[in-house]
């Protein structure tokens, strides 16, 4: 393993830059994602696709990203976090600009599984390198605040996909984004540091047992560990409604409201992901000040989010008024951002420091296993649906998302009635043994 930099302290203002730094990187991580749905529509037409092909295309980066998840949080627990992040940075950049010279299905299907490939890297390490500079006081708002940044390139993603589709063809986005990425990647290379392991614990008891886990000790960490199944569970079903909704909103909002390309580009990300930037940080706020005094704080605001959540959905699914969708996606999008705010904090307070970057891993593989089911299902159910019925279908597709969200805050509050304050207490007291010895 990479000896760490030489850096300030945890409590230095360089913590908060870190944060900066990574939020434009992550910024592009969802943009470069993102931006293919928004002109499904023209590669249907220019490439000949079915309903059911624009699923696998949806469905292909996710797959691959959720099998890599698990590699990629073992390596970040053992090699430099910033080399992971910035080198999958630079291949993601530039698999994103091939993405614009795809030709056929074939093309397309593979580039998107290269791009989740390269994109599968980044939360596990950033997630680690991030707490590493910040501790249990204020770890959920600097989460929160980089969990933003997903929001804000879900938008760009979405909305500059579209107005580049619209009105210079839809390879345009691809080339203006990765060429973007791949320039600050370079930049950031001389800026962003190499942070100790466990740098932030109290009393540097994660910092005395750094050593990198053994794979079947790290996966015990994980699974053996009753609150971080729960969290695995819930967020399976929670990225499940997310990714339904990143992929067919903008398909959803043309047929249902006969909008334009650049404006269902738009107003399916904006009013969201707008409300989630807000979201995120409140929820992070909360989930703090909670954690001081409760163990289950973190999950507790998941599940705020989660139960608040789900009437909103159903209403974004139903509605015919278009003042109702833009209240309803706003509500739905600020009670999503406290629960993600919280994805990878709440599994933080009861897994080892050693093995974060695996849990993080690991949760991501579950949660887009579930993300990756979402394009495939709803386009499988969009191409056995008569033509006239297809907003329909997707009305009720969307709306079962509810039930879903409802299901998720029952699992987090017999998770916290069972476990948490068990699994708590055992990892201070693990810790703690450290310092002792």
């Known amino acids: 393993m990479q000896a760490p930099d030489r850096l300030e302290t945890p409590q230095s203002s360089y913590r908060w830059w870190v944060v900066f730094m990574l939020w434009f990187v992550c910024f592009f991580n969802y943009a470069d994602r993102q931006a293919i749905f928004s002109v499904f529509p023209l590669i249907e037409r220019e490439l000949g696709l079915t309903k059911f092909q624009l699923g696998i295309v949806g469905s292909a980066f996710m797959w691959v990203y959720a099998a890599l998840a698990p590699v990629a949080g073992f390596t970040g627990d053992r090699a430099s976090r910033r080399i992971i992040i910035l080198g999958g940075f630079s291949f993601w950049s530039a698999v994103t600009v091939l993405t614009g010279r ?17 994109e599968a890297f980044y939360f596990p390490a950033s997630m680690s390198l991030v707490s590493d500079y910040h501790g249990p006081r204020t770890r959920s708002r600097a989460m929160s605040l980089h969990q933003s940044s997903v929001y804000i390139g879900t938008i760009g993603g979405g909305a500059l996909g579209g107005y580049f589709g619209q009105y210079y063809g839809w390879r345009a986005g691809f080339y203006v984004f990765g060429l973007s990425g791949f320039v ?3 930049v950031l290379l001389g800026l962003l540091r190499e942070p100790a392991r466990g740098e932030s614990e109290a009393a540097s008891a994660a ?3 750094a050593r990198p886990p053994g794979v079947r000790e790290a996966l015990g960490e994980v699974f053996r560990t009753p609150t971080a199944l729960v969290l695995l569970a819930v967020f399976f079903g929670a990225n499940f409604v997310a990714a339904m909704f990143l992929t067919w909103t903008p398909s959803f ?8 390309l650049a404006l269902a580009g738009l107003t399916a990300t904006a009013y969201i992901q707008l409300a989630s930037a807000a979201g995120a940080p409140f929820g992070g706020f909360l989930a703090d000040r909670l954690a001081r005094r409760l163990p289950a704080g973190r999950m507790l605001t998941q599940m705020i989010g989660l139960t608040l959540g789900a009437p909103c959905i159903w209403i974004t699914a139903r509605t015919a ?15 999503k951002g406290m629960y993600d705010a919280n994805i990878f ?8 420091p050693r093995a974060r970057a695996t849990a993080a891993g690991i949760m991501n593989a579950v949660g887009w296993t579930g993300g990756a089911l979402a394009p495939v299902a709803i386009g499988w159910l969009l191409a056995r649906a008569e033509s006239a019925d297809a907003a329909e279908t997707m009305s009720r597709a969307l709306g079962l998302g509810a039930t879903v969200y409802l299901t998720a805050a029952s699992l987090l509050l017999w998770g916290i009635a069972a476990f948490v304050r068990r699994d708590t207490a055992r990892l201070r007291r693990r810790l703690d043994a450290v310092v002792e010895t």
């Open 102 to 118: 795809a030709g056929r299905f074939a093309e397309l299907v593979a580039l998107r599984a290269l791009e989740g490939f390269g």
């Open 184 to 186: 600050l990647s370079i």
């Open 207 to 209: 910092g005395a047992d």
């Open 253 to 260: 909002l043309r047929e249902k409201f006969h909008m334009n």
């Open 321 to 335: 008024s278009v003042a109702h969708l833009a209240g309803a996606m706003a509500c739905f999008g600020f009670f």
């Open 345 to 352: 904090a709440s599994a933080y307070d009861v897994v080892h």
